[in-house]
């Protein structure tokens, strides 16, 4: 049985920042597109990040979406199996909810990185509070 489980959420003032974590098991990151998304209410739910390896480890392709460029970094644990997103300088529309997500088929992440349709695996996710 695969499982993700965020972690790491909270409530941050503007410009500050979080690290969340999601803790992978049943599952391998090798060659599989791992993805954080995350949903304000009333909004449907977005991409945010997406990563890709050969082998799993950190590091490999990594995409993000135009409104967290050069403030978020996702990045993954093969030794921990951890999908970790880093986010500085939080802004108040980063709110919402961040789920992280897993492609149970061997492919990268490519064009389709924030379709939520491609991904088999959930987590329940974590809150994100950022105040003004």
């Known amino acids: 049985q695969v499982q993700l489980v965020e972690s790491g959420g909270g409530s941050v003032q503007a410009g500050g920042s979080l690290r969340l974590s999601c803790a992978v098991s049943?599952?391998?990151?090798?060659?599989?597109?791992m993805g954080w998304f995350r949903q304000a209410p009333g909004k449907e739910r977005e991409g945010v990040a997406a990563?890709?390896?050969?082998?799993?480890?950190?590091?490999?392709?990594?995409t993000y979406a135009d409104s967290v460029k050069g403030r978020f970094a996702i990045s993954q644990d093969n030794v921990n199996y951890t999908l970790s997103l880093q986010m500085l300088s939080l802004k108040p529309e980063d709110s919402g909810i961040y789920f992280c997500?897993?492609?149970?088929?061997?492919?990268?992440?490519?064009?389709?990185?924030?379709?939520?349709?491609?991904?088999?695996?959930w987590g329940q996710g974590t809150q994100v509070a950022v105040s003004s």
């Open positions: 997500a897993a492609d149970g088929h061997t492919g990268s992440c490519g064009g389709s990185w924030s379709w939520l349709q491609r991904y088999d695996y």
């Open positions: 049943g599952f391998k990151f090798a060659r599989k597109c």
């Open positions: 990563i890709y390896s050969v082998t799993g480890s950190s590091g490999g392709d990594a």
